[in-house]
């Protein structure tokens, strides 16, 4: 198989722009997780540090098809921050997505405000290039992003909070109001582990769920919310120094964005509900079980969440 990958690499590298001689190593990486599992091939140029091309290996087709339609659409419009797409085919009897390699390792923010506001401008940039173009807002917006999510949280567990609490969000939210909402195509799981960072040059990946949930700040929020739970401990601890900047960072996108400031008392328990969804679909029963007592924990310190996701002092304003 890997001969057969290093063939494929050698008469495809003019094509796709890349070094034509030179030695090209790999390093094959079994990417295991309990709901699916797939084979990373890294290929290294010379003396690369990073690899240049990634292949990744499965024998279902589904999940490397969409992502490389996903990547093709993205990095169209905003290839400063996409892995580019090369090819996908089958080989023997595994399919193979081929995007090219990107330089860097997991952004490890420490809550500055210089980090963080690099993070929240680039995912500005990407769905300001991405708003409206994918699709407009559709009838079944509302059973999508709102019963649809609820109804697989309450089926999930036992907890009284979450139930009421779902129960209290479905009859608050009306079909009206998805619907006037802005569609953006969100990452949909976007967090800290899938962005990279390299002389200060930001990179996402793992695009898989892109344009599974459009709602506005979702991304946003649950970028903000890993960092708050990234060691997946409960009660989830919100650091002193980020809690004092997330109003600021809200802001920030709403104002790049050019969006309204966001009712985070439906929008913020909506997207903790939506990536559940998502997560629970694709079957990670690990990351499923911990979103369940995070938003347990949501429905019970409603106002904890609240204040660290309400508006900014007068102090902390944008300047």
């Known amino acids: 198989m890997v001969e057969q990958l290093s063939?494929?690499?050698?008469?495809?590298?003019?094509?796709?722009?890349?070094?034509?001689?030179?030695?090209?190593?790999?390093?094959?990486?079994?990417?295991y997780h309990p709901h699916c599992t797939n084979?990373?091939?890294?290929?290294?140029?010379?003396?690369?540090?990073?690899?240049?091309?990634?292949t990744k290996l499965d024998h279902q087709r589904t999940v490397l098809a969409g992502e490389f339609e996903h990547l093709a659409e993205v990095h169209?419009?905003?290839?400063?921050?996409?892995?580019?797409?090369?090819?996908?085919g089958r080989i023997?009897?595994?399919?193979?997505?081929?995007?090219?390699?990107?330089?860097?390792?997991?952004?490890r923010t420490d809550y500055s405000p210089h980090i963080l506001r690099g993070i929240t401008g680039m995912l500005v940039s990407i769905h300001a290039s991405v708003r409206d173009w994918h699709r407009p807002a559709d009838s079944g917006r509302y059973h999508r992003a709102v019963m649809e999510p609820l109804q697989s949280v309450v089926q999930f567990g036992d907890s009284e909070a979450?139930?009421?609490?779902?129960?209290?969000?479905?009859?608050?939210?009306?079909?009206?109001?998805?619907?006037?909402?802005?569609?953006?195509?969100?990452?949909?799981?976007?967090?800290?582990?899938?962005?990279?960072?390299f002389r200060g040059q930001l990179h996402v990946l793992d695009w898989e769920t892109f344009g599974r949930t459009d709602?506005?700040?979702?991304d946003l929020f649950t970028f903000l919310i890993s960092l708050f739970n990234g060691g997946g401990d409960l009660p989830p601890h919100i650091p002193p120094a980020l809690a004092a900047q997330v109003p600021t960072i809200i802001e920030l996108y709403a104002t790049g964005m050019g969006l309204a400031t966001p009712d985070t008392e439906l929008l913020l328990p909506l997207a903790l509900?939506?990536?559940?969804?998502?997560m629970w679909l694709d079957g990670r029963e690990?990351?499923?079980?911990?979103?369940?007592?995070?938003?347990?924990?949501f429905f019970e310190h409603a106002d904890l969440w609240q204040q660290a996701f309400g508006p900014p002092r007068e102090s902390d304003r944008l300047r």
């Open 7 to 31: 063939t494929f690499l050698s008469q495809n590298t003019i094509d796709w722009g890349l070094p034509a001689g030179g030695t090209w190593k790999f390093w094959v990486y079994n990417n």
């Open 39 to 54: 084979l990373d091939v890294m290929w290294f140029h010379d003396d690369d540090a990073f690899p240049r091309v990634i």
């Open 76 to 88: 169209s419009c905003s290839p400063a921050y996409v892995p580019r797409p090369l090819g996908f």
């Open 92 to 107: 023997d009897d595994l399919w193979a997505l081929w995007m090219e390699g990107l330089p860097g390792l997991p952004c």
């Open 162 to 197: 979450v139930r009421a609490g779902c129960a209290l969000l479905a009859s608050r939210i009306r079909e009206e109001w998805i619907n006037s909402l802005p569609v953006i195509p969100q990452h949909g799981d976007f967090c800290a582990g899938n962005i990279i960072s």
């Open 215 to 218: 709602l506005p700040f979702y």
């Open 273 to 278: 509900v939506n990536w559940f969804h998502l």
């Open 286 to 297: 690990k990351f499923t079980s911990r979103m369940y007592k995070l938003i347990e924990h």
